[in-house]
């Protein structure tokens, strides 16, 4: 019987040094982050309109055909690419998938649960990513 509770209870310490690094990695993901949308200024406003409410993603206070949703897309990206420049143009084929909140915020990380599964798997996310596993 003594066998058993040893053996539960280094399955429960390695249950919990897997959360513990987890938490670890997420934390240091989370900050690089943070620090990379920091340079980025400040969140776009937003602008009341017909009783809606829109994104006012450069910050000049009208809204242009392309933060109109109700616009049809073609519209809105020839209006979008009549405004950007040619560093512009070429620098968005360099961004990669970035999810969204319903609220229209960047979500490159999980939110922060008590999920075991997200909360084990992160590190070795993490450590494939730096590794040859994932390329981004």
């Not at 979008?80 to 229209?104: D, V």
Request: hydrophobic letters at 45%.
């Amino acid at each position: 019987m003594r066998i058993i509770g040893k053996i539960i209870l280094a399955l429960l310490a390695f249950v919990f040094l897997l959360f513990l690094i987890g938490g670890v990695f997420y934390f240091v993901e989370a900050q690089k982050i943070k620090e990379i949308y920091g340079q980025l200024g400040e969140k776009p406003s937003t602008l009341q309109v017909d009783g809606l409410t829109f994104r006012d993603l450069n910050k000049n206070g009208q809204l242009d055909v392309y933060e109109d949703y109700r616009n049809p897309t073609p519209a809105r990206v020839e209006d979008l690419l009549s405004q950007m420049t040619l560093e512009e143009k070429a620098g968005s084929m360099f961004i990669s998938m970035i999810g969204m909140t319903s609220e229209g915020d960047h979500l490159d990380l999980p939110p922060l649960t008590f999920d075991p599964l997200n909360i084990v798997f992160t590190p070795f996310y993490y450590l494939m990513q730096k590794c040859w596993c994932i390329k981004k």
